[in-house]
């Protein structure tokens, strides 16, 4: 925990985790998907969840100047199984997944930047960090909703509307991303050296790289495989 950062912070941040697992989960058992591949999916996102809340209450992810990095470890590992379940578990589970569901995740993003705008209050992100600094990825959670019920509608879903919308949300996930990731202490960083983004190497908020965003991309990517590739399944 970080001692300069309110407790309801802290506690609004654990349940959008929570929350954002929760609709993951829903997703997987709304189509019955009693496989091997949500199997893994479960245990993956229950293991790294405490994998990553021992290692960085312990203050592992602190030293910022060991060597290797450590930073990486947070959340390189979740992209290479998103990676796995692509190659070798489309049919049995990308493309079975809900859409509908897989759109409304997004709205996990408004409570997610209302935290960091708290965090940056609280000097533990930069400004930058923030829907008032660059990041405007509040607009995808706002939006999800709205997205949700449009793409839906009299029993048809609406290909371009999706596909659009998840390339722009996409688009906002990369940009916030790589300025979190040039904002942390430590060899790459580039920007807010004088306040730079401390929340994300201390716990509860290390589960925003590596569950929270994951769990986001994983979301992006499978709606637009199912869109461009195979067929999308609605609920």
């Known amino acids: ?35 091997r591949p949500a199997n893994l999916a479960f245990l993956m996102v229950a293991f790294w969840l405490v994998f990553q809340a021992v290692l960085s209450i312990t203050g592992f992810f602190l030293d910022t100047t060991a060597v290797p990095p450590r930073f990486p470890l947070i959340a390189v ?20 997944l809900p859409l509908r569901v897989l ?18 209050q609280a000097d533990q992100v930069p400004r930058l960090m923030t829907f008032e600094g660059r990041n405007f990825d509040i607009l995808a959670g706002f939006t999800a909703p709205l997205i949700a019920w449009l793409a839906f509608r009299q029993g048809k879903i609406n290909r371009p509307l999706l596909v659009i919308w998840n390339i722009v949300c996409l688009i906002l996930l990369t940009n916030i991303v790589v300025n979190a990731i040039l904002s942390v202490p430590g060899p790459i960083q580039q920007f807010a050296f004088d306040q730079p983004n401390r929340a994300v190497l201390n716990f509860p908020f290390v589960w925003l790289p590596a569950i929270i965003v994951p769990i986001v991309l994983f979301s992006h990517l499978t709606s637009l495989w199912q869109l461009f590739g195979g067929t999308p399944q609605k609920t």
């Open 77 to 96: 590992p979740t992209l290479f199984f998103i990676a796995f379940l692509f190659v070798f578990y489309r049919e049995a589970f990308i493309e079975q």
């Open 1 to 35: 925990m970080i001692d300069s950062v309110p407790q309801y912070v802290s506690v609004t941040f654990v349940l959008t985790t929570f929350l954002t697992v929760g609709i993951l989960c829903y997703a997987i058992q709304v189509k019955n998907l009693a496989s």
């Open 103 to 120: 759109t409304v995740i997004h709205i996990v993003r408004i409570p997610v930047e209302i935290v960091l705008w708290w965090l940056y």
